[in-house]
């Protein structure tokens, strides 16, 4: 592959690697310093890597990879999703490699205002304040088990709303 192929590709993805990676790190500034990195390394072994097909799965592989480096080398383990959900957006994401992120982050804020606002404030609680399951169990005087239930309710209705938004072609246009 060459160079500039290469990087019309990092950066037409830039927004959903470092998405991706976030879903592990949980901080915008250390998924960004990991694209940063999976760049550089792209670049390095960009005659490894066979066709555009290949290098969406090669990033996404790799950003995890660094991920999991880092929060090892920090001794964490601040997943907020396990590594089945993260297996089963591998392959979602392998689906709708021909949607562009923008089209997906639409999609999400349009099944973010289509939420109920109690889980919707949930959501902001956990993802944009990075509370912890503990601390948001804590706050709202409720069991840990069933936070991780509501949770799983939330994710699964947010994953079958964007489904459809995609599959439609409306990302967040309605």
Not at 2 to 24: K, N, S
Not at 82 to 102: F, R, V
């Amino acid at each position: 592959m060459d160079e500039q192929q290469l990087m019309r590709v990092l950066l037409q993805d830039r927004l959903r690697v470092i998405g991706y990676t976030m879903t592990m790190v949980r901080r915008l500034e250390l998924a960004e310093d990991i694209f940063q990195e999976v760049c550089m390394l792209a670049l390095e072994r960009r005659e490894s890597i066979t066709d555009e097909s290949h290098l969406h799965r090669w990033l996404r592989a790799t950003a995890r990879n660094l991920a999991y480096n880092l929060l090892r080398k920090r001794q964490e383990r601040q997943l907020t999703l396990d590594d089945g959900i993260l297996d089963s957006l591998e392959s979602l994401w392998i689906k709708q490699d021909d949607h562009q992120a923008t089209d997906i982050v639409e999609a999400l804020r349009h099944c973010m205002d289509r939420l109920p606002p109690a889980s919707a404030r949930l959501v902001r609680k956990r993802y944009v304040q990075g509370i912890s399951y503990t601390e948001l169990a804590d706050i709202l005087h409720r069991p840990v088990a069933s936070l991780y239930v509501t949770f799983s309710r939330i994710h699964a209705a947010l994953a079958d709303c964007i489904y459809q938004r995609l599959a439609t072609g409306r990302g967040g246009h309605d």
